[in-house]
Structure formats: structure tokens, C-alpha cells
């Protein structure tokens, strides 16, 4: 009798740390997480280069370097458009970090456009 009570606890133990059990845990993961800045500074960079926020007003292309070699496009622009998506959190906004790393990529642009 000792013997089957100490299987069926660990049965039960295991039976609780399943792949099934897990999955409805990490599921709801996402839900919880307050920080939503689930693009890079590079991909959003490259987003806009590709055009994906030309719906917001940011042009594509040469128009994005352009614009940011104007003084017309800036890292904030860039994370408005993403948080107006849906694709960055509000928080970003306040994030200092964050808005350098755009501006280094959108620098990076332009000096990868004037050495060719």
C-alpha cells in the first residue's frame, strides 16, 4: 500500500510539470509582461526603410534617409508610427536607450548611403 501511495504522488507530480501543463503556464506569459518592446531598433529601422509605416506619414527608402538627413524624420517619429501599429508599448516613448539606438541606426543609414 506504501509502495502505490508514493507512485501515485509522483504520477501526480509529473503529471503536473506535462508539456500540456507548461504550455497553459507560458501562454499566459505574454499577458503579464509590461514591457512590450518586442522590435529591435534595427528591425524597426529597417521597417521603415522598407516602408511599413508609410501609412504614418514616414517615406520608404532613400525618402527616409532624406528625411532623417533633413532634420524632417527623427527616432521618435519612427517609435510614434510602431506604438500607433501596435508594435511598440507607450513606454517606449519615455525610453532614452531605446530612442539612441534608433538614431544610431538611422545614422548608420545615412553613412552606409554616402560611402557608396
Known sequence: MKRFLIGSAVTVFFAALSPAALAGEMA???ETRTNNNDIQPFNLVQGAYQGQFSDQGISGFNGLVNG???SQIEAEDLVEAAIAKGRLSQDTRQDSGYLNAVSSQLQ???????SN
Open 28 to 30: 499566459a506569459a505574454p
Open 68 to 70: 532623417y538627413e533633413r
Open 108 to 114: 548608420g543609414l545615412s553613412d552606409q548611403r554616402d
